[in-house]
Structure formats: structure tokens, C-alpha cells
């Protein structure tokens, strides 16, 4: 069963910091991998995707990279800002039967103050 | 163009009621995904539409939780004798033909049910 893994929890950084958030997974049979940010009491909204052929994927501040072999992403974000502050999701995409489905982790809480 | 809608954006209800919670995926995906959050959690996978049919609802937690999409569009969420436990925010999301497995889902604002 995949389950995937985020550390830290949660992140209070002062803004102008490079940071890193940490996914890990234990099935490296995936599609693809996708890391969101989810604002408090709103949806997803998509970062990045990284198709499983690839190793990593650039947007603006943004670096995610992947490791398929190891069961393993990691979000780059340069020059945090106040306005980074949000969850940040990872999930991977797995293929059972019929089915094209995202297993989430728990999110890393992401607070940049100024 | 515009993007996965839900209504109704929040919900409250008594214990023992019925809900219904609706989704517009954006205009040409066929695929449409259902999934629950509760709090200080990450989405878990309900129920996978591709066109009409379910293709997967192995997500659902138990038979009162029910889905329906007749035409291929709009779906919608039906919860029967609600419980306390069912409160969450209920996610849809949708993506081109599926399966590929390279199709990027696109999510809704979700809909926070809350049953007192």
C-alpha cells in the first residue's frame, strides 16, 4: 500500500530564507508526483508536476525534484516570502485497476514572517 | 476558461440528515475525482469517475455515501443519515482522459460539510 510521507510537520521561517519540504514515498510505481499549496479553508491549487520519467520541474521560485528510485521529492522554495505561507501537499499518482489516483501526505505548515 | 466549481461552499447539517454536494468539472475532462480532507489531514480518494460510469469507488467510506454523474459532467455527492464524523471538507477535482496516468487533476475550492 503507498503511503506517502511529509517532513516537517510544520516550518516558521523569517522571509529572504531558502527552504526545503520533504515528500518520501514507499512505492516507486507512480505516474507522476504533483505538490500543491492549499491556503487556509480554500482548495488545491497546483504547483508543480513532475512526470515519473522526469527528475525535476522549475516555476519561478519554485524547484521540485524526484527520485523515483528512492521514493523520494523535494520543494525548493528560494526567497521565501510572507506570502508563501500556506500547507504544502505532495501526492503521487498510482494506478490501481482502472483508476487514476492521488495518495496525499499530511501537508508541511509553511509560515514566513516578515 | 473556468475551473472545477462546488456548491455549496459550506454546508451545516443535523446528525441524521441528508446532504448532497455538487461538482463542475472543467468543460472536456472526462475524468472526475471525489475526495474527503478532515482536518489537519491530507485528501483520501473516494470515487473515480471516466465518463458516466464509476470506475472506482473503493474510496467510499460505507454505504451511505453515494455518487452519480448521468451525463459525464456535473457530478454529484450524496450522503445519507449524516454523522458527526462525516464533517470534512469534500474535494472534487477533474483531469483529460483518464487512464494515463500523466493527466494533471485540477481541484475545486472543495465544500466544508459540518454535521452537528
Known amino acids: 500500500k503507498q503511503e506517502v510521507t511529509q517532513i516537517p510537520a510544520a516550518l516558521s521561517v523569517p522571509e529572504g530564507e531558502n527552504l526545503v519540504l520533504n515528500c518520501s514515498f514507499t512505492?516507486?510505481?507512480?505516474?507522476?508526483l504533483q505538490w500543491f499549496r492549499q491556503d487556509p479553508g480554500k482548495g488545491l491549487t497546483s504547483l508543480l508536476l513532475?512526470?515519473?520519467?522526469?527528475r525535476e520541474q522549475t516555476s519561478g521560485r519554485l524547484n521540485a525534484s524526484l527520485d523515483k528510485s528512492s521514493g523520494r521529492s523535494t520543494l525548493y522554495i528560494a526567497a521565501s516570502q510572507p506570502g508563501d505561507s500556506a500547507t504544502y501537499l505532495c501526492?503521487?499518482?498510482?494506478?490501481?485497476?482502472?483508476?487514476?489516483?492521488?495518495?496525499f501526505g499530511t501537508g508541511t505548515r509553511l509560515q514566513v514572517f516578515p | 476558461g473556468a475551473g472545477v466549481s462546488q456548491t455549496p461552499s459550506n454546508k451545516v447539517t443535523e446528525k441524521g440528515k441528508y446532504v448532497e454536494l455538487r461538482c463542475d468539472p472543467i468543460s472536456g475532462h472526462t475524468a472526475l475525482y471525489w475526495y474527503r480532507q478532515s482536518l489537519g489531514q491530507g485528501p483520501e480518494f473516494l470515487i473515480y469517475f471516466q465518463g458516466t460510469g464509476a470506475a472506482d469507488d473503493s474510496g467510499l467510506p460505507n454505504d451511505r455515501f453515494f455518487a452519480v454523474r448521468p451525463e459525464g459532467s456535473v457530478s454529484t455527492l450524496k450522503i445519507q443519515r449524516t454523522e458527526r464524523g462525516d464533517s470534512a471538507v469534500y474535494l472534487c477535482?477533474?483531469?483529460?482522459?483518464?487512464?494515463?496516468?500523466?493527466?494533471?487533476?485540477?481541484f475545486g475550492p472543495g465544500t466544508r460539510l459540518t454535521v452537528l
Open positions: 477535482a477533474s483531469s483529460l482522459s483518464s487512464p494515463a496516468g500523466h493527466n494533471e487533476q485540477f
Open positions: 501526492a503521487v499518482s498510482v494506478h490501481y485497476i482502472d483508476t487514476d489516483k492521488l495518495i
Open positions: 513532475i512526470q515519473s520519467s522526469q
Open positions: 512505492d516507486s510505481a507512480i505516474y507522476n
